[in-house]
């Protein structure tokens, strides 16, 4: 299908589909930055300003969770001095 009947179609899919009823749903989104195995006892050992070793660096790709399902894969920028993830690919 050429770009021009595509994008027709996607209009009139648009057009068909009101989803304004949509607008309002707020849904659980999760990003995981990385994930770590602790004993009990060291669990309840943890104090403010201990640091926790992940099984990722910073460069690597995070997931995004929909409700607990694999979304996408994100990441991680820094934007107006706080973290956020840009969304790389949909799972």
Known sequence: MD???EEQ???TIQEELDLQFLHDINLKLTGEV???KKN???ILRLKEG???KLDKNLEDYIEIYLRG???AIGELVVVNEKYA???VDLA
């Open 3 to 5: 770009e021009k009947k």
């Open 50 to 52: 201990d640091i926790i």
């Open 34 to 36: 990385g994930r770590t």
């Open 85 to 87: 993830v840009r969304v």
């Open 40 to 42: 009990f006892i060291d």
């Open 69 to 71: 399902q694999l979304f």
């Open 9 to 11: 179609l996607n209009g």
